[in-house]
């Protein structure tokens, strides 16, 4: 008896727990390659997941042969609902890793280098990928 209400009780407390860990995780296609970290990665299906679980800074963009590791900042979006998506800046030919978004209108916003900002600068436009 006492090992059924002990099983019971991981079998509810990995219930309650399960859905919060299954928001974090963005899964999709990027169809064009893309800059992340500094790192060029190829077209392809992506998971974005935070690295540490009870710290968002730190994403891991990966698939089955790739991956990055991007430091992330929060960004708020008042107007704007997002759905679980990357937000990608095009400017000079590259496609570069910007914003990721699970839900809502709080993000992230990846920290950007000096190169970025001098593209952004120069003009560019946005592009959103949202998760399959």
Same mark, same amino acid.
């Given at each position: 008896?006492?090992?059924?209400?002990?099983?019971?009780?991981?079998?509810?407390?990995?219930?309650?727990?399960?859905?919060?860990?299954?928001?974090?995780? $963005?899964?999709?296609?990027?169809?064009?390659?893309?800059?992340?970290?500094?790192?060029?990665?190829?077209?392809?299906?992506?998971?974005?997941?935070?690295?540490?679980? *009870? *710290?968002?800074?730190? +994403?891991?963009?990966?698939? *089955?042969?790739?991956?990055?590791?991007?430091?992330?900042?929060? $960004?708020?979006?008042?107007?704007?609902?997002?759905?679980?998506?990357?937000?990608?800046?095009?400017?000079?030919?590259?496609?570069?890793?910007?914003?990721? +978004?699970?839900?809502?209108?709080?993000?992230?916003? $990846?920290?950007?280098?000096?190169?970025?900002?001098?593209?952004?600068?120069?003009?560019?436009?946005? $592009?959103?990928?949202?998760?399959?």
């Amino acid at each position: 008896m006492k090992f059924c209400k002990i099983s019971l009780f991981l079998v509810l407390l990995v219930a309650v727990c399960l859905p919060a860990v299954a928001q974090s995780v $963005v899964r999709l296609n990027i169809p064009f390659n893309f800059i992340a970290a500094g790192k060029i990665l190829p077209a392809g299906h992506y998971s974005v997941v935070p690295v540490f679980k *009870d *710290d968002r800074a730190a +994403w891991r963009i990966s698939n *089955d042969h790739d991956c990055a590791v991007v430091l992330t900042n929060p $960004v708020e979006s008042p107007q704007t609902e997002h759905g679980p998506s990357l937000v990608f800046l095009h400017a000079g030919g590259a496609y570069s890793l910007v914003q990721i +978004w699970n839900m809502g209108h709080l993000g992230r916003e $990846v920290l950007r280098s000096n190169v970025k900002q001098t593209l952004v600068a120069q003009g560019g436009e946005y $592009v959103e990928i949202g998760a399959e």
